[in-house]
Antibody
Framework: QVQLMESGPGLVQPSETLSLTCTVSGFSLTSYNVHWVRQPPGKGLEWMGVMWSGGSTDYNSALKSRLSISRDTSKNQVFLKMNSLQSEDTTTYYC????????????WGQGVMVTVSS | IQMTQSPSLLSASVGDRVTLSCKAGQNINNYLAWYQQKLGEAPKLLIYNANSLQTGIPSRFSGSGSGTDYTLTISSLQPEDVATYFCQQYNSWWTFGGGTKLELK
């Protein structure tokens, strides 16, 4: 059974760094790509970046300077770190799976809401 | 690639045939997916490759289109279809439309 689950702090101080974890089960990180997508309250979805199955990464150009994605295949985890957080980074963060031969997101985590506030 | 959905809000009655539109800023070669998002939930894949129905999705949902213009159709609206629907292109990186909120009249 394919599952993805995000975890991380619900509250982050402005200018600090956000660290999130996506723990997956039911598939291998070396066979599927894991993406991060975010959604401000009541708004649309924004693609953030991808951890490719081969271990490389790509990022949304708008976030590239602040964003880092890594993984630990032994723990079935993908990590997101984003620095210099501001109020506009208050949003729900999702991780989602994409197969190597397709581009659509077939499984999503439940999402984690992060508020940037002092 | 910019994705534009219309309308942003749609009111319809149970049993209605409902059509949602999605327009891409350039040809996306049918690399188009549709997602349903209910309040407080993660998006759920409905349609991929413009017209392929994801496993487990009711057959009242269908997708069509080509080039830059795509459509999601619900043949007979059910109460459980109340949600926001997003289109997404994956021809060049990944971008989403702004969504269409579907409500019952």
């Amino acid at each position: 059974q394919v599952q993805l689950m995000e975890s991380g702090p619900g509250l982050v101080q402005p200018s600090e760094t956000l660290s999130l974890t996506c723990t997956v089960s039911g598939f291998s990180l070396t066979s599927y790509n894991v993406h991060w997508v975010r959604q401000p309250p009541g708004k649309g979805l924004e693609w953030m970046g991808v951890m490719w199955s081969g271990g490389s990464t790509d990022y949304n150009s708008a976030l590239k300077s602040r964003l880092s994605i890594s993984r630990d295949t032994s723990k079935n985890q993908v990590f997101l770190k984003m620095n210099s957080l501001q109020s506009e980074d208050t949003t729900t963060y999702y991780c989602a799976r994409v197969s190597n031969w397709e581009g659509f997101f077939d499984y999503w985590g439940q999402g984690v809401m992060v508020t940037v506030s002092s | 690639i910019q994705m534009t959905q219309s309308p942003s809000l749609l009111s319809a009655s149970v049993g209605d045939r409902v059509t949602l539109s999605c327009k891409a800023g350039q040809n996306i070669n049918n690399y188009l997916a549709w997602y349903q998002q209910k309040l407080g939930e993660a998006p759920k894949l409905l349609i991929y490759n413009a017209n392929s129905l994801q496993t487990g999705i009711p057959s009242r949902f269908s997708g069509s289109g080509s080039g830059t213009d795509y459509t999601l159709t619900i043949s007979s609206l059910q109460p459980e279809d109340v949600a926001t629907y997003f289109c997404q292109q994956y021809n060049s990186w990944w971008t989403f439309g702004g969504g269409t909120k579907l409500e019952l009249k």
